[in-house]
């Protein structure tokens, strides 16, 4: 029984091993295209990025195409007020229990090497597939960014993950997720407070 319990550990272990979490792809399996005998990295497609309207507030929830497993988000209320994150004005960048438990979770978090960040807590999210074909994840807990940290790292942002016991991990998030984002939100924030001022 303890060979066969063994066996199955190790199969799935293999299995794991050949679909390591985005956030952590070696850059040798970015997709290459071959133009005029040249080859090119394959651009990665855009970000999605949807704005969900409810009655009280606006969200804006941004990732990456081909991984949700982690981005960014936020909601304006009615005074075009950002309220999300641990304190009005930040960013939420999100991640799945399931992609932080496999690196071994986490108790702090930074952009390093002075820059701590909050931690959010677990959200619940029933409309993750409500708006669009894509979904975004249903459970997540996440950290809070402030704004001024998004707009002065648009070339990309590493965020580093202390865990209690494991090795630290790092999710980047690309300067295409961040800008489109950010635009996104300046643009619901105007249209929120030019409603407002009505």
């Not at 939420?92 to 496999?102: C, G, K, Q, S």
């Not at 090795?167 to 997720?177: F, G, K, Y």
Request: net charge positive.
């Amino acid at each position: 029984m303890a060979r066969m319990l063994l066996g199955v550990a190790l199969a799935a272990a293999a299995v794991a091993a050949c679909y390591p979490p985005a956030g952590r792809r070696p850059p040798t399996l970015s997709p290459v295209v071959v133009r005029d005998g040249v080859a090119e990295p394959d651009p990665l497609p855009p970000p999605i990025v949807q704005v969900r309207k409810f009655p009280a507030f606006v969200s804006v929830v941004a990732w990456d195409a081909d991984d949700a497993a982690f981005g960014l988000r936020t909601s304006v209320n009615a005074r075009g007020v950002r309220i999300d994150g641990r304190r009005f004005g930040d960013h939420e960048l999100y991640v799945t229990p399931f992609y932080a438990n496999f690196f071994g979770g986490f108790t702090q978090a930074a952009v390093l090497p002075t820059k701590w960040l909050l931690r959010t807590g677990i959200n619940t999210d029933v409309y993750s597939c409500f708006f669009g074909s894509a979904c975004s994840p249903t459970v997540t807990l996440g950290v809070s960014v402030p704004d001024s940290l998004l707009r002065t790292n648009r070339d990309s942002l590493m965020v580093t993950f202390i865990p209690h016991v494991y090795e630290p991990w790092v999710i980047t998030l690309r300067r295409e997720l961040i800008a489109e984002y950010l635009t996104k939100v300046d643009s619901v924030v105007a249209e929120m407070q030019k409603s407002d001022a009505r």
